[in-house]
């Protein structure tokens, strides 16, 4: 059966959790890798050296389930929203330079709302796309106050042009530095930290063309890997550079952290890596055990690599780690703590997707992993059986789901739960129901 489900539907977020009693509120670092795998990285056995990132986990925590939408677009929308992007339009394509239209105006970014929240610096560094013809959908229209990057995806590394034309900008200016694409957003975020860890809590959204295709990398990055790359075959080749390419990306990852730990900030940082969806299946690229890549709704599409560090959260490590989050959830944390009434401001009626009901909070972390397990095990209806199946595993993409005795493809939910019930909101049926209103289902637990 063709899948035609986009937005994906994490479990509950949990993000937000850890702010509500603070009363400094943290600066917010993003860092966004492109197309990059779940086996691309040392921490998950990859032969791709990543000791920056590796090095990230043992003072951190990975987030083990952390999940994506498949393709770079709609990930972007709904990272930038909180909201599942075929809401608003933006569903199964993204944006390429011969198209005019962008993220719906009407929606607010995170950008916005730190903008009234205190935090007079949020820069984005590295690749919009979401949106370039019209100045409507440029990031210093979405509430940025610095941008330097480009505004397409797929540029050359190296002469930072697509499709023949420059695109590499500062802000509402062309601009034309010269470099390799990944160190010089490496280089820009490490001046904006410079720049700004004096004036207050500060955003910052690092989003790394690399390792989107084309594949380009430099040679003191392939040297890493071969000292003789003339000799190899042109699969050999390409392995190589994606290689080098993940680890230049590395490099930069490492220079940022060391920043923010050199200004003596990186205990009162947010900070999260992940790629924005699964590997392209280019040569030297890697789901690891993950079945599918990017453009699939299996797990290899969208369930990514993902990194967090939080030291005011570090007591949680344990239980973050399993916990579903995905890239929806991080949009209600930017509605940080404020300091006079130390309440986090999350306003009830949003309408945004990735949220923490207060209810389902236990000791500031949200238990849903191990209970849809308990629940499950306790659980012998046979409505919903393959996806509760499915969420109590590694991923949330079953083949197909056993909806009231009838098969029906692609059944993707929300979670609450209490000890006396399992509900579960459903949002997308894809195969004959697509479209439906939302719609809850109340599974009592034995």
């Known amino acids: 059966m063709k ?30 890798a492109d197309d990059l795998g779940w086996g691309d990285v040392g921490f998950h056995g990859s032969e791709i ?40 339009g933006v569903r199964s394509a993204v944006i390429p330079p011969w198209r005019e239209d962008g993220l719906d105006e009407n929606e607010e970014t995170m950008a916005d709302m730190l903008a009234r929240n205190g935090y007079k610096n949020r820069a984005i560094i590295g690749k919009w ?45 062309t601009c034309h530095d010269k470099g390799y694409s ?45 000292d003789n790359f003339d000799s190899l ?27 923010l730990k050199k200004k003596g900030i990186m205990d009162n940082t947010f900070f999260i890596f992940f790629s924005d969806n699964g ?35 570090e007591k949680q490590y344990k239980n973050l780690s399993s916990q579903v989050t995905g890239f929806v959830d991080l949009v209600p944390f930017a509605f940080v703590a404020d300091e006079r009434s130390n309440i986090a401001l999350v306003p009830e009626n949003t309408g945004y997707h ?12 949200l238990r849903v992993g191990q209970t849809l397990v308990q629940q499950f095990q306790l659980h012998e209806r046979r409505c919903f059986s393959s996806l509760l199946i499915q969420c109590a595993g590694d991923g949330l993409h079953a083949a197909a789901a056993d ?7 692609d059944c993707f939910g929300r979670f609450l739960h209490d000890d006396n019930f399992l509900c579960v909101l459903v949002l997308e049926v894809a195969e004959g129901r697509d479209g439906h209103d939302p719609f809850l289902l109340l599974l009592p637990v034995a």
């Open 3 to 32: 899948k035609e489900f986009f937005g994906l539907l994490c479990g509950c977020t949990l993000l937000p959790a850890f702010l509500y009693a603070q009363t400094e509120r943290p600066n917010i670092v993003i860092v966004l």
């Open 49 to 88: 050296k990543t000791p920056c990132l590796d090095a990230l986990v043992g003072e951190g925590v990975e987030l083990e389930r952390f999940y994506t939408s498949p393709i770079s677009t709609p990930t972007r929308a709904g990272l930038m929203t909180g909201r599942y992007p075929n809401r608003f």
């Open 129 to 173: 796309h979401l949106g370039h013809t019209k100045k409507v959908h440029y990031p210093m229209n979405r509430g940025f106050s610095h941008f330097y990057g480009h505004l397409n995806g797929a540029i050359d590394y190296f002469d930072l042009t697509r499709e023949g034309e420059l695109d590499w900008h500062n802000d509402w200016e």
């Open 182 to 226: 990944t160190e010089l957003i490496t280089k820009e975020a490490i001046r904006c930290i410079d720049a700004y860890e004096k004036e207050g809590p500060f955003m910052l959204y690092v989003a790394y063309n690399a390792p989107h295709t084309p594949l380009q990398a430099q040679e003191k990055d392939i040297k890493l890997y071969t």
């Open 233 to 259: 075959t042109p699969k050999e080749q390409k392995k190589v550079t994606y290689s080098a390419m993940v680890s230049c990306m590395d490099r930069g990852i490492g220079a940022i952290v060391d920043a």
């Open 279 to 313: 590997t392209a299946g280019v040569p030297g690229s890697s789901s690891g055990p993950l079945r599918g890549h990017k453009f699939d709704e299996w797990d290899g599409g969208v369930h990514a690599p993902a990194v967090l560090y939080w030291k005011k959260a």
């Open 354 to 365: 990735g949220r923490v009901p207060e209810i389902l909070l236990e000791n500031d972390v």
């Open 403 to 409: 909806v009231g005795g009838e098969d029906q493809s």
